[in-house]
């Protein structure tokens, strides 16, 4: 329920927002606000960990993604494969 809310939230927020400039400065500001708080957490977890977590995301989000949101999905996944790409090589 947290992701669906915040994604929510988001949604709201990127419909009001005059100009493409300004909405991915708010994405830009989402991500760095999302990422910080769960950073610890994320890093701690496996791979296959994270592959749940995203899958997890997805199912709850399902029905109310937007472009906007899915891109958010898509930085998210990439960030945490990078950040843990270490495991994968070894």
């Given at each position: 329920?947290?992701?669906?809310?915040?994604?929510?939230?988001?949604?709201?927020?990127?419909?009001r927002l005059p100009d493409d400039k300004s909405r991915r400065q708010y994405l830009k500001d989402l991500e760095k606000e999302v990422f910080s708080e769960y950073e610890d957490d994320m890093r701690d977890m496996t791979i296959t960990q994270g592959r749940l977590l995203?899958?997890?995301?997805?199912?709850?989000?399902?029905?109310?993604?937007?472009?906007?949101?899915?891109?958010?999905?898509?930085?998210?996944?990439?960030?945490?494969?990078?950040?843990?790409?270490?495991?994968?090589r070894h």
């Amino acid at each position: 329920m947290i992701v669906r809310a915040r994604l929510e939230q988001a949604n709201f927020e990127l419909e009001r927002l005059p100009d493409d400039k300004s909405r991915r400065q708010y994405l830009k500001d989402l991500e760095k606000e999302v990422f910080s708080e769960y950073e610890d957490d994320m890093r701690d977890m496996t791979i296959t960990q994270g592959r749940l977590l995203i899958k997890l995301i997805d199912r709850e989000t399902s029905e109310h993604l937007i472009r906007a949101d899915q891109r958010i999905q898509r930085r998210i996944y990439r960030s945490f494969l990078a950040d843990n790409s270490t495991f994968v090589r070894h």
